[in-house]
């Protein structure tokens, strides 16, 4: 079993940074991708951003590439979400998601998910 927690949302005036944090615990994940997700009222969750565990690939949505960057540090079984000059539609719980094998984009493919933690980007 595979507990994810995040932590590290809040408000934030437009064009501030966050930093958001998923602590894994469980088991090992050297052949796990982790994904961050984000849901926002009245949508569907979607693609942030993924990284693999074991030799850092990562993958970002069109929408945060260039000001969020995914990184993951080992020994502590922690991932990160450096998010920089945010907007107001980057409001949203973001999610932290873990699954097996090769990286992918659907948060139907992710097996394990966090509680979630909010993020919200004022104008």
């Known amino acids: 079993q595979v507990q994810l927690v995040e932590s590290g949302g809040g408000l934030v005036q437009a064009g501030g940074s966050l930093r958001l944090s998923c602590a894994a615990s469980g088991r090992t994940f050297s052949s796990y991708v982790m994904g961050w997700f984000r849901q926002a009222p009245g949508k569907e969750r979607e693609f942030v951003a993924t990284?693999?565990?074991?030799?850092?690939?990562?993958d970002y949505a069109d929408s945060v590439k260039g000001r969020f960057t995914i990184s993951r540090e080992n020994a502590k079984k922690t991932v990160f979400l450096q998010m920089n000059s945010l907007k107001p539609e980057d409001t949203a719980v973001y999610y932290c998601a873990a699954k097996l094998g090769y990286s992918g984009r659907g948060p139907y493919e992710y097996t394990y998910w966090g509680q979630g933690t909010q993020v919200t980007v004022s104008s």
């Open positions: 990284i693999s565990w074991t030799d850092g690939i990562t």
